[in-house]
């Protein structure tokens, strides 16, 4: 299954400076309307209230081009966007005192954010026009209308400075601390990426392991059944009358080494086939049928399979589906002791389905639980497996979308869990309109 595109982190920070600038908007517009309403001082509101309505303007364009196709967003967006705000902010301070305005530091808000987000050249580029503004304001301004005394303007000013500090602050550490998770959790997205391609890695070296052992096993094993065959026929033409049991021996093994050979077969011919498998839809009962089929009866399986679940289809690579759930099944029954019963229980829920094959072996540690499903890696003693099951399962089962997990108690069992979204299960309900249409489809066929 394709993954997600990653988002980019000029997308990542266009977002938040959208979010960030109509808080600033309602920051500048909460100023004008206190500063006039409450201190009464005569302020330009048109051209301060025209200013903040370009601000606006600009940032539902920008959320609109963002919203419409997030690849847009580039780093010459971000940095035309704090090119606009330092001049508008410029216009504010013009209007309002320039130089004098408690609020005129707040250029460092801007050239703090360039630093996180840009890079050096438009960082520079932004502090420099910052720096101009700035001076500007020093030759050109409108004074700071007041009629107050000189003490009760300092008291105010040096109350305005500190409101002022708390909102740069404020607004620098929200956009840091958004930023950082944003970029985190894009990473942690790389990181899976990551796994996912070194586990496809892995599936792809595997076959081709296979289909290389499967060519050169074929030759020895030919070799072993033609060896076989002369044995019998000198065993059976012995002057004192054939040996039956050792004939019955000698056939048990030419039966063994045909079933290698037709074994190595199937793994030269699907070796790779279940990587690049297509989705079909298959009934549940079916795909189970098929994970059973073949399997040893030293211990049985028992299936819990309800009418809901009995009546669902999923949408799996069957071939590679069936494998990885015969895997799982094996697994189960080689930790079971002789007698005992493997339970294999279908459950569905709102979000998945779960498929849980339970054991009643000696458990596993929490210690080697951490371990199981790392590739090759097996609790079995030597030439009684090689540590891939669990692997291939769990590949399968998150290349659709899924989960895969075992759950484990020393001296009770262990349980094996897959479970699937529910976007790959098709329930009774949904499959019967299909199969109406379908059926009407064939009466008016000729």
């Known amino acids: 299954m394709p993954s997600l595109p990653l988002a980019h982190p000029d997308q990542i920070n ?48 920008a959320a609109s081009q963002v919203a419409g196709d997030r690849r847009q967003a580039r780093e010459w967006w971000l940095a035309g966007v704090m090119g606009f705000d330092i001049m508008a902010f410029t216009g504010l301070l013009y209007l309002t005192g320039g130089p004098s305005n408690p609020f005129s530091f707040l250029y460092l808000v801007q050239i703090a954010l360039a630093a996180i987000t840009l890079r050096p050249g438009w960082t520079w580029a932004l502090t420099f026009l910052a720096l101009l503004g700035s001076a500007v304001l020093f030759l050109w301004h409108r004074p700071f209308p007041t009629d107050v005394t000189h003490a009760a303007y300092m008291n105010m000013h040096l109350r305005g400075m500190w409101v ?14 958004r930023v950082r998770r944003a970029l985190e959790a894009r990473e942690t997205e790389l990181a899976a990426s990551r796994r996912d391609t070194a586990r496809q890695e892995r599936l792809a070296s595997l076959a081709t392991l296979a289909a290389g052992a499967a060519h050169e096993l074929s030759t020895p094993l030919a070799t072993i059944a033609v060896v076989m065959k002369e044995l019998e026929h000198l065993v059976e033409g012995l002057a004192h009358g054939p040996d039956h049991e050792a004939v019955t021996d000698i056939r048990l093994v030419r039966e063994q080494v045909d079933r290698c050979r037709a074994i190595l077969e199937r793994m030269s011919s699907e070796a790779g086939a279940s990587l690049g498998e297509a989705l079909v839809a298959a009934p549940l009962p079916v795909v189970v049928s098929s994970a059973l089929a073949g399997l040893p009866t030293r211990v049985a399986v028992r299936t819990e399979i309800g009418l809901e679940e009995r009546a669902c289809r999923v949408r799996v690579p069957a071939r590679a589906f069936s494998q990885a759930l015969r895997g799982l099944i094996k697994n189960a029954q080689e930790a079971t002791p002789d007698g005992g019963i493997v339970v294999l229980r279908a459950r569905m829920s709102p979000t998945s389905l779960e498929l849980e094959i339970t054991d009643r072996g000696a458990g596993i540690s929490p210690r080697i639980l951490d371990r199981i499903g790392e590739p090759f890696f097996t609790t079995k003693p030597i030439g009684q497996g090689m540590g891939l099951g669990v692997f291939l399962a769990r590949a399968v089962v998150e290349r659709l979308g899924g989960q895969a997990h075992l759950v484990s108690s020393p001296g009770v069992g262990t349980t094996a869990v897959l479970r699937l979204p529910v976007d790959l299960v098709e329930t009774a309900q949904q499959i019967a309109p299909v199969d109406e249409v379908a059926a009407a489809a064939r009466e008016v066929m000729p």
Do not use: D, H
């Not at 979010?19 to 509101?45: D, H, K, N, Y």
């Open 14 to 61: 266009f977002g938040w400076l959208i979010r960030l600038r109509w808080s600033m908007i309602a920051g500048q517009l909460a100023a004008i309307l206190f500063v006039s309403a409450v201190l009464r001082l005569v302020l330009p509101l048109s051209p301060l209230l025209t200013i903040i309505g370009l601000e606006a303007g600009l940032n539902l364009f």
């Open 164 to 177: 002022a500090f708390g909102v740069a602050a404020a607004f620098i550490v929200y956009f840091l601390l």
